[in-house]
């Protein structure tokens, strides 16, 4: 009777231990019905039952750990591209952003040379105006002598 008694509590010790263990590496998508934290306390709790409803309920099947979207999916209809496909279709895109980036540059140097056009007639319009006589005292712009 003691024999019976002692391995009754091996097997709810044991029990015990591989389904804390068993919870605590399941992945968070198989725990199915309660939190983790509940079965936790259930099978704490509650010796021989909480353990074998953890088995038998709260854990789901592998295929619900890992959800595979039907497009992330490859199907076997769908053919992949061969090397030279994809070497071709890389060259293609660098080919793509060389030209963008030579327009851009072509862009940046013609802003570059109306910015500088501009300063050079303000520089200009300033020289006109201050440096050579051609505005007096009236403000009228005539040259003296004239």
């Known amino acids: 009777m003691a024999r019976a008694i002692l391995a009754g509590i091996l097997i709810a010790v044991v029990l015990l231990i591989y389904s804390l263990i068993d919870l605590t590496v399941t992945e968070d998508a198989r725990i199915r019905r309660l939190n983790r934290v509940l079965w936790i306390v259930i099978i704490v709790v509650i010796p ?36 030279e496909e994809a070497d071709r279709r890389i060259r293609e895109i660098e080919e793509q952003l060389e030209a963008l980036e030579a327009e851009e540059a072509q862009e940046a140097a013609e802003r ?35």
């Not at 909480?50 to 038998?56: E, F, H, K, M, Q």
């Not at 319009?125 to 002598?145: F, I, L, V, W, Y």
């Open 48 to 83: 021989i039952f909480g353990p074998l409803a953890w088995v038998l309920i709260g854990k789901g099947p592998r295929s619900m750990g890992t959800v595979v979207a039907k497009d992330d999916e490859p199907s076997e209809s769908e053919s992949r591209i061969s090397d």
């Open 112 to 146: 570059e040379a109306q910015e500088s056009d501009e300063a050079e007639e303000e520089h200009d319009d300033s020289e006109s105006n201050n440096g050579n006589g051609t505005s007096d005292a009236t403000g009228k712009g005539e040259r003296p002598g004239a």
